[in-house]
C-alpha cells in the first residue's frame, strides 16, 4: 500500500512554545490531507483538511490560529501547534488518500505524533 | 454525524468469533474498518463501498447494508493477534481522499 510518514513521532514541550509535526506522502501526491487529534481510550476526531495550494478547513471547534496547517506542495503537509498547553497533549494523526485510483478510496495513516506538553 | 459501534467493548476467548456493528443516520458511500493497537496509527482493514458489498480477508469480513445505512465486521476464529480497537470510519463524498468520520471504536480483547 501507499505509504504516509509523519515526523516526529513523539514531542514534549514547554506551555507556551509552538510544536510543528509534519505529514508526508511519500509514494503519491496528496492533494489533500487530513489532521486527526486522538486523546486516550478516544475515537479520531477530525480537525481540519489541508488543502494544497489553499487554505485548511477546520472542523467546528477547532481553532483556527491556534492550529496553523500548511499544504505548501503535493506530498508535504505541517501542522503547527501555537502557544501549546497543557490540554493540547494528544496524539495527532494525519492521513491522506492516493488520488491515482490505485488504491480506491483508502485512506493511508502516518505512524502519529505524540504531543506531551508540560 | 458521527456514526455509532456497538458493542463497546468485547471479550473473547481465541477461537471465538465476534460482530461488530457500524451506522449511520446519514446517507453514506463508503464504510471504512481499521484496527489500532495501543500506541499505534489506524491500520487499515477494508473498504466497503456502496451497493450493498461483502468483502472479506482470511477471517476477517464485513458487510454493507446500503439502505440500512449499517455495516458489520465479523471475526472468526478469533486469534490473539485480533486484540485492538476497531474503529469504522464513513464517507459522504465520492473522493479518493476521503473525509472519514470515525465512530467511537469497540474494543476488542481475545484471550487464551
Same mark, same amino acid.
Given at each position: 500500500?501507499?505509504?504516509?510518514?509523519?515526523?516526529?513521532?513523539?514531542?514534549?514541550?514547554?506551555?507556551?512554545?509552538?510544536?510543528?509535526?509534519?505529514?508526508?506522502?511519500?509514494?503519491?501526491?496528496?492533494?489533500?490531507?487530513?489532521?486527526?487529534?486522538?486523546?486516550?481510550?478516544?475515537?479520531?476526531?477530525?480537525?481540519?483538511?489541508?488543502?494544497?495550494?489553499?487554505?485548511?478547513?477546520?472542523?467546528?471547534?477547532?481553532?483556527?490560529?491556534?492550529?496553523?496547517?500548511?499544504?505548501?506542495?503535493?506530498?508535504?503537509?505541517?501542522?503547527?501547534?501555537?502557544?501549546?498547553?497543557?490540554?493540547?497533549?494528544?496524539?495527532?494523526?494525519?492521513?491522506?488518500?492516493?488520488?491515482?485510483?490505485?488504491?480506491?478510496?483508502?485512506?493511508?495513516?502516518?505512524?502519529?505524533?505524540?504531543?506531551?506538553?508540560? | 454525524?458521527?456514526?455509532?459501534? &456497538?458493542?463497546?467493548?468485547?471479550?473473547?476467548?481465541? /477461537? #471465538?468469533?465476534? !460482530?461488530?456493528?457500524?451506522?449511520?443516520? +446519514?446517507?453514506?458511500? &463508503?464504510?471504512?474498518?481499521?484496527?489500532?493497537?495501543? /500506541? #499505534?496509527?489506524? !491500520?487499515?482493514?477494508?473498504?466497503?463501498? +456502496?451497493?450493498?458489498?461483502?468483502?472479506?480477508?482470511?477471517?476477517?469480513?464485513?458487510?454493507?447494508?446500503?439502505?440500512?445505512?449499517?455495516?458489520?465486521?465479523?471475526?472468526?476464529?478469533?486469534?490473539?493477534?485480533?486484540?485492538?480497537?476497531?474503529?469504522?470510519?464513513?464517507?459522504?463524498?465520492?473522493?479518493?481522499?476521503?473525509?472519514?468520520?470515525?465512530?467511537?471504536?469497540?474494543?476488542?480483547?481475545?484471550?487464551?
Amino acid at each position: 500500500g501507499a505509504v504516509v510518514s509523519q515526523h516526529p513521532s513523539w514531542v514534549i514541550c514547554k506551555s507556551g512554545t509552538s510544536v510543528k509535526i509534519e505529514c508526508r506522502s511519500l509514494d503519491f501526491q496528496a492533494t489533500t490531507m487530513f489532521w486527526y487529534r486522538q486523546f486516550p481510550k478516544q475515537s479520531l476526531m477530525l480537525m481540519a483538511t489541508s488543502n494544497e495550494g489553499s487554505k485548511a478547513t477546520y472542523e467546528q471547534g477547532v481553532e483556527k490560529d491556534k492550529f496553523l496547517i500548511n499544504h505548501a506542495s503535493l506530498t508535504l503537509s505541517t501542522l503547527t501547534v501555537t502557544s501549546a498547553h497543557p490540554e493540547d497533549s494528544s496524539f495527532y494523526i494525519c492521513s491522506a488518500g492516493d488520488p491515482s485510483g490505485r488504491h480506491t478510496g483508502e485512506l493511508f495513516f502516518g505512524e502519529g505524533s505524540r504531543l506531551t506538553v508540560l | 454525524q458521527q456514526p455509532v459501534q &456497538s458493542p463497546q467493548a468485547v471479550i473473547l476467548r481465541e /477461537g #471465538e468469533d465476534a !460482530v461488530i456493528n457500524c451506522s449511520s443516520s +446519514k446517507a453514506l458511500y &463508503s464504510v471504512h474498518w481499521y484496527r489500532q493497537k495501543h /500506541g #499505534e496509527a489506524p !491500520v487499515f482493514l477494508m473498504i466497503l463501498l +456502496k451497493g450493498g458489498e461483502q468483502k472479506g480477508h482470511e477471517k476477517i469480513s464485513a458487510s454493507f447494508n446500503e439502505k440500512k445505512q449499517q455495516s458489520s465486521l465479523y471475526l472468526t476464529a478469533s486469534q490473539l493477534s485480533y486484540s485492538g480497537t476497531y474503529f469504522c470510519g464513513t464517507a459522504l463524498r465520492v473522493t479518493s481522499g476521503s473525509r472519514l468520520t470515525f465512530g467511537e471504536g469497540t474494543q476488542l480483547t481475545v484471550n487464551p
